[in-house]
């Protein structure tokens, strides 16, 4: 079993920063590659952005050039440096993790999900 935890939601006002954490605890063999995603209300999950175990990122068209995406092998975190925040940013965000972890001996495939963690952007 793999679980993330996330933390760094907050509510700050439109044009402020904040940063997101993500640690993956549990029976971790490897991490191919770590993201983050967002859902509203009554929408399906979307891509925020992902990084993977060499560093390759990804990210959504709407947070190019003000969101950052980072991790830490060696603590298993990730984390999400937002900037320029606006009030459609405001939703729920998700941390995700895919990589190996050990099952009863073996090497195994998972794909975990954290809690979620809210922000708010004011106007």
């Known amino acids: 079993q793999v679980q993330l935890v996330e933390s760094g939601g907050d509510l700050v006002q439109a044009g402020g920063s904040l940063r997101l954490s993500c640690a993956a605890s549990g029976s971790i063999f490897s991490i191919d590659a770590m993201g983050w995603y967002r859902q509203a209300p009554g929408n399906q999950r979307e891509l925020v952005a992902t990084i993977t175990s060499s560093g390759s990122t990804n990210y959504a068209e709407s947070v190019k050039g003000r969101f950052t995406i980072s991790r830490d092998n060696a603590k298993n975190t990730v984390y999400l440096q937002m900037n320029s925040l606006k009030p459609e940013d405001t939703t729920v965000y998700y941390c995700?993790?895919?990589?190996?972890?050990?099952?009863?001996?073996?090497?195994?495939?998972?794909?975990?999900w954290g809690q979620g963690t809210q922000v708010t952007v004011s106007s």
């Open positions: 995700n993790a895919v990589g190996s972890s050990w099952h009863d001996g073996l090497v195994k495939g998972f794909g975990s």
